[in-house]
Nanobody, 123 residues
Framework: VQLQASGGGLVQAGGSLRLSCVAS????????MGWFRQAPGKEREFVAA????????NYTDSVKGRFTISRDNAKNVVYLQMNSLKPEDTAVYYC?????????????????WGQGTLVTVSS
């Protein structure tokens, strides 16, 4: 089982990036999925989560209105569209799959993790 995150890069403040997380080895269509991030010198933090159906989502306050999480269960892919990026969004972004179907903020609920993709936002 593998989660492969991609789409990170260097972008100027105000720009956009779309992260993708492709799952292989099994389907995660019945699992809640999430994105977390870890900035240098800081702990990993919750960014966004999506229910198995894709109908329900939730976000940390600092990204609400700027980031959108979505999923395509047929392709086993989860996306994180990031708009109006700020320098404080700079971090390694990780996708994760929960063993359960709902929305979870704690990394304790996630059992599979991608390798991370670096997002750098310049001012």
């Amino acid at each position: 089982v593998q989660l492969q995150a991609s789409g990170g890069g260097l972008v100027q403040a105000g720009g956009s990036l779309r992260l993708s997380c492709v799952a292989s080895g099994r389907t995660f269509s019945n699992n809640g999925m999430g994105w977390f991030r870890q900035a240098p010198g800081k702990e990993r933090e919750f960014v966004a989560a999506i229910k198995w159906s894709g109908v329900n989502t939730n976000y940390t306050d600092s990204v609400k209105g700027r980031f959108t999480i979505s999923r395509d269960n047929a392709k086993n892919v989860v996306y994180l569209q990031m708009n109006s990026l700020k320098p404080e969004d700079t971090a390694v972004y990780y996708c994760a799959a929960s063993r359960y179907s709902g929305i979870y903020y704690s990394n304790a609920y996630y059992v599979y993790w991608g390798q991370g993709t670096l997002v750098t936002v310049s001012s």
